[in-house]
């Protein structure tokens, strides 16, 4: 059965992370499409999400004026496989801080039960990229790409540990939800988008 996966084109790394998924698509054979999607109606419609990174205040506070906000939860709550990077990480967890400015009253989902950190690498101009692995999920080594990245100060017991750098969390996973500190769409390795993919595929059909 084919499946459909939307990139949340609210805000944000949109187009690469549409490029990484169709080539994931293409790469595992599998009979799916990847669409950007905004609007409550399209995400209902969906079978698997990436939330991109960008501006998690911006995402969250559009999202909750659109009407989205609500229908992501339930669906990801319902099961929907979903992957959230940088910013998208941000808008899974229970709690956001920032570095700087401390506690941000920001519209989140809380779907999974993480403290964040934002911005928690430095700002813009401390952006960096690292080797990083993945172990759990076969992915050995992974180029990672850090711009104002959060990290996840704590998680709650039913969160795993998906990677760390310098002792800071910045890969984790609960189920199909996985959260991502760095940019997988920025590199020319698919093999994290492949394996959202196949998560999507496996619990579609
Ligand atoms: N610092 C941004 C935020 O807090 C996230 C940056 C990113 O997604 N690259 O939303």
């Known amino acids: 059965m084919s499946f459909t996966l939307g990139i949340l084109s609210i805000q944000g790394d949109v187009a690469e992370n549409l490029i990484s998924t169709k080539a994931a698509i293409s790469e595992l054979g599998f009979d799916g499409k990847v669409i950007d999607v905004k609007t409550p109606d399209e995400i209902s419609q969906l079978d698997g999400l990436i939330i991109p990174g960008g501006e998690s205040t911006t995402i969250g ?5 659109n009407g989205s906000l609500k229908v992501l939860k339930e669906k990801i709550d ?12 941000i808008m899974l967890a229970k709690t956001a801080n920032d570095k700087v400015v401390g506690k941000t009253d920001q ?6 039960d993480i403290k964040l950190e934002r911005n928690s690498f430095g700002r813009q101009r401390q952006s960096f990229e690292t080797d990083i692995s993945l172990d759990s999920i076969n992915i050995p080594k992974f180029n990672g790409v850090f711009i104002r990245a959060p990290s996840v100060s704590d998680v709650g017991s039913d969160v795993e540990v998906l990677s760390k750098f310098n002792g800071k969390i910045v890969a984790v996973k609960k189920g199909n939800v996985i959260g991502t500190s760095f ?3 920025l590199t020319e390795d698919i093999s994290l988008h492949k394996y959202f993919v196949n998560l999507v595929n496996s619990f579609k059909n």
């Open 107 to 112: 519209p989140l989902l809380d779907i999974l």
């Open 183 to 185: 940019h997988p769409e």
């Open 78 to 89: 319902n099961g929907m496989p979903v992957l959230g990077i940088c910013a998208g990480m």
């Open 61 to 65: 506070e559009l999202s909750l004026v």
